[in-house]
């Protein structure tokens, strides 16, 4: 989809693999925003070579460390906002997605996505391995109706909510993993839309 003329914060971006496929569709404007410092560290680093490629200079993008519960970017700035698995590490969704709300445009739109709770259901932590050690990460696994409810609350309409499942083909061939993460959905993706502030 182009994105031509619009404003788009990646929310939680991490080192910026969103803002990676976002820039290709020609935002008018991109801001990415962290609470991590060495993740924004490897994105200014990504920013910085991005920049220098042909076609990609008009582009008006910056990296912003803040809590996506309270951030410095100024009210109804975006036309779009991603945010990709970052909810999930807060036990509470009235904060954020009243947040986003605050510097969404009228109108404008959400999409959020987080694990899907079936997992959790099943035990399955959210975990990462790296110099042969494996650490688990903070997550709280909420369920449909939360988010349903946190909506309303903070003046979000559902327009559409997607339970992807994982692929067969993306995993290693000799991997280790649960086979009934093949059986259920393994992550929750919606698309809010701004429907007004709320208190």
Not at 75 to 97: E, F, K, M, R
Not at 104 to 132: E, N
Request: glycine share 10%.
């Amino acid at each position: 989809e182009d994105l031509t003329a619009l404003n788009v914060l990646d929310a939680g971006c991490g080192s910026g693999r969103y803002m990676t496929h976002l820039r290709i569709r020609n935002p008018n404007s991109i801001v990415g925003l962290d609470q991590s410092a060495e993740m924004l560290h490897k994105g200014l680093q990504d920013q910085a070579a991005y920049n220098s490629d042909e076609g990609l200079l008009s582009i008006s993008a910056g990296i912003v460390q803040g809590c996506i519960e309270q951030f410095p970017i100024k009210d109804s700035w975006a036309d779009l906002i991603v945010c990709g698995l970052t909810l999930g590490h807060l036990t509470d969704l009235y904060a954020p997605l009243k947040e986003l709300n605050r510097v969404t445009k009228g109108a404008g739109t959400l999409v959020c996505s987080d694990f899907h709770p079936a997992g959790a259901a099943l035990g399955w932590t959210r975990d990462f391995k790296t110099d042969g050690q494996r650490f688990s990460v903070r997550h709280t696994a909420h369920t449909i109706e939360s988010w349903y409810s946190a909506a309303a609350l903070t003046g979000w309409s559902v327009q559409n909510i997607v339970e992807p499942f994982l692929n067969p083909s993306d995993i290693p061939t000799g991997a280790l993993f649960d086979s009934r993460c093949l059986e259920i959905p393994v992550a929750l993706v919606f698309e809010l839309k701004k429907v007004g502030d709320k208190a």
